[in-house]
Nanobody
Framework: QVQLVDSGGGLVQAGGSLRLPCIAS????????RGWLRQAPGKEREFVAV????????AYRDSVKGRFTISRDNAKNTAYLEMNSLKPEDTAVYYC????????????????WGQGTQVTVSS
């Protein structure tokens, strides 16, 4: 059974940091792009970040550039989202995702989803 398992969420004060790991199981995702989407209460879901299978290329939404870093360890089948200088507007459920096609993550239509992890940033 293919699974993506989100974790690492929690409550943090503005300016703080969190690291979200996403562990994949059931198949090897080393050739898949990995990423995160997020959805805040009452708002549309939005793209956050993506990394290619090799890890050579990354992309971020403008509002998180310079604060968030996506990375991966293919030997562990794990991707990470390092979030620094967190702001209250970063509060959302964060979903790790994967797809063979990078663009499907950008279009928010990836083939594989984690269960989501709640990130709450207090002011």
């Amino acid at each position: 059974q293919v699974q993506l398992v989100d974790s690492g969420g929690g409550l943090v004060q503005a300016g703080g940091s969190l690291r979200l790991p996403c562990i994949a199981s059931g198949r090897t995702f080393s050739s898949y792009s990995r990423g995160w989407l997020r959805q805040a209460p009452g708002k549309e879901r939005e793209f956050v970040a993506v990394i290619t299978g090799s890890g050579d290329n990354t992309a971020y939404r403008d509002s998180v550039k310079g604060r968030f870093t996506i990375s991966r360890d293919n030997a562990k089948n794990t991707a990470y989202l390092e979030m620094n200088s967190l702001k209250p507007e970063d509060t959302a459920v964060y979903y790790c995702v994967a797809d063979e096609d990078l663009t499907r993550i950008g279009l928010q239509r990836p083939g594989f989803w984690g269960q989501g992890t709640q990130v709450t940033v207090s002011s």
